[in-house]
């Protein structure tokens, strides 16, 4: 196996059509940034900063609420709806229209900031094997071969390269500048990861369910993976880091698998003199989904020993997603600085609630099944809320929906949601 990274800072320049945007696409963008200034002026959205301040700061607060309609942003804002017609341009209107319909009718607890934000122009190559994806078209379910059928072929497997194309992202950021900085602050932010939790990466390289023999036949071949697994994710934040490529997570940026990162404990105490971010100064994530079958012991053999390295790096730490964490608790509040964890539709919620207390931001994901079924029971929802609540009760509770597929084609069944989950948290 392979452990040179051999990331670069430069590229080849993307076509100039690429980075461009119309007059006409310009007075459309200007208009929707107007609209998300004046929302992120409203005295409301200071108020909302200020609980998700007190909320990761472990005190007491009512339940944060927040809804992301994810692949339902699709049936809120058809693609036929969208005014522009540059490519660039049709990105950054989807994105200033979510800030609207979250900001103006939404309305929950996520704030609407007064930035735009531009990421980096750049590629990141795979492990040295892909996946063949088969099917999966238009949003549709898809099978996959994996390509390591055999250890044997474990030397070809090499680190990510990152190729950060500098000068594409500066014609990206002064386009920005020029379209819309006089009326939304634009800034350069990169999200570079979701989860470094590895085995999503692991699935696609090996398969799930050869992973899960792999743990009885060849536990040692599957320690080597993971081994160089976790030795190229330090690799790339050591290069994101040396480079000055990592960006500050305790603001508005989405951390975890729900919640905000508003806090004042980060960055560190030192971090003036250190000259740049670093992962101490930010919040780390970390999940494994893809093990929810695997025992408790096994996860704490093969899994979790190559994750708590990368975890230690950083300041404060989200852990979990859609698995249930109530039967791996004892193993993952091992984690340093661990303060965010998620609490699945899966997952005992009372056993739970005992767990976490108020030492711990309860990260709790009502079942997205809730916006999708042939009708909204609104009554049925406020029950199961309501009882959540209750069962939550003294924990520091944050209501996350999320992992929607399908919203009906109604988008008021989000608003109407969040409007339900308001009134059960206030209850609370």
Known sequence: ?????????????????????????????RRLASQVAELAAQPIEAEKRELWY????????????????????????????LVCVGELARGWEMRLRKERFWGAQMC???????????????????????????????GDAYRWESPL???????????????VDEEATTRRLALANDTLGDILP?????????????????????????????MVDQPAALHRTMAFLRDGHLAKLDFLERNGLLSLNNDGTYVGSG???????????????????????????????ETVGVSPAMFAEFIFPYQLPILERFGLNCYGCCEPLDKRWHIVQRIPRLRRVSV????????????????????????PADLALDSFDEDAIRARLREGFRIMRGCRVEAIMKDNNTIRNDPSRVIRWVRIAREEAERM
Not at 59 to 76: L, Q, S, Y
Not at 149 to 163: C, E, G, H, N
Not at 186 to 213: C, D, E, F, P
Request: hydrophobic fraction near 40%.
């Open 1 to 29: 196996m392979s452990d040179q990274t051999q990331a670069t800072l430069s590229a080849p320049p993307q076509p100039a059509d690429e980075i461009t945007i119309s007059a006409a696409d310009r007075a459309v963008l």
């Open 54 to 81: 007190r909320h990761n700061a472990l005190e007491a607060t009512r339940p944060v609420i927040f809804c992301d309609p994810e692949n339902g942003w699709d049936e809120i804002i058809p693609a036929a709806d």
């Open 108 to 138: 929950d607890d996520r704030v609407i900031e007064p930035y735009f934000t531009v990421r980096h122009v750049y590629t990141e190559s795979d492990w040295g094997m892909h996946e063949t994806r088969i099917g999966g078209g238009h």
């Open 149 to 163: 059928k055999s250890y044997a072929d474990l030397d070809q497997l090499r680190f990510p390269q990152i190729v």
């Open 186 to 214: 634009v800034r350069l932010k990169t999200s570079w990861w979701w989860t470094l939790g590895m085995t999503w990466t692991l699935v696609n390289l090996r398969g799930l369910a050869q992973i899960m023999y792999d």
């Open 259 to 289: 919640g905000f990162g508003w806090t004042r404990e980060l960055p560190q105490p030192d971090f003036a003199t250190a000259g740049h971010v670093r992962p101490i100064d930010m919040w780390g994530f970390g999940e494994s989904q």
């Open 344 to 367: 699945s539709a899966w997952a005992n919620l009372p056993r739970m609630a005992e767990m976490l207390g108020d030492r711990y931001l309860f990260s709790w994901k009502p079942a």
